[in-house]
C-alpha cells in the first residue's frame, strides 16, 4: 500500500464510478485485521468498492454445480465465496468480468477448479488483475519525475 499509494486512491474512484465493485461476500472474506481490511474500514472505501445486490440463490447453487453437483460440506468451505462472486458475474454477464488472481487449470476437480475454468464452463468473462488495469488504464505518475 505504501508503494503505489495513488492505486488505492484510484480503486476507490473506479468504485464511485461503478466500474469495479466486490460482492460483500467477497468482502467478508478479507482477513480481519489485515492491512487490506484496515484499509476498507477508512473513510468510504468499504462503500464506494461494495456491489450493493442481493445474489441469486440459484445462480450461486449453478455455479456450485460446475465444480461438482455432490459436493460435502468439507469441498464446500474450501471452494469458499468464488461461487457467489461467479454469480453475481452471471446474473449481468454481458456487463461484468470476474477479476481474479487464480490462473486456469482445467485437470483439476471439485473443489480444487479454478475460478477461469469454471467462469469459462458458464460463459462468464473473466480476466486477471492485469488485465483489468490495462482495461481500466490504471496509471501512476512517475514518468512525470524521470
Aim: aromatic content about 6%.
Amino acid at each position: 500500500m505504501q508503494r503505489v499509494p495513488e492505486f488505492w486512491g484510484w480503486l476507490v474512484h473506479m468504485g464511485e464510478t461503478g466500474a469495479l465493485k466486490i460482492p460483500l461476500e467477497i468482502l467478508e472474506e478479507i482477513t480481519e485485521g489485515s492491512e487490506l481490511a484496515q484499509w476498507l474500514k477508512e473513510g468510504d472505501n468499504c462503500d464506494a468498492l461494495k456491489l450493493d445486490e442481493d445474489v441469486d440463490p440459484t445462480l450461486v447453487q449453478a455455479v456450485i454445480e460446475k465444480y461438482a453437483p455432490d459436493l460435502n460440506d468439507a469441498e464446500i468451505i474450501e471452494v469458499g465465496r468464488d461461487p457467489f462472486l461467479i454469480a453475481h458475474a452471471l446474473a449481468h454477464r454481458g456487463d461484468r468480468i470476474v477479476v481474479t488472481v487464480e490462473a486456469s487449470k482445467p485437470s483439476t476437480k471439485r473443489a480444487n477448479r479454478r475460478i477461469p475454468d469454471v467462469c469459462r464452463d458458464l460463459d462468464v468473462r473473466w480476466c486477471n488483475s492485469f488485465q483489468m488495469l490495462t482495461e481500466l488504464n490504471f496509471r501512476t505518475g512517475w514518468r512525470a519525475q524521470l
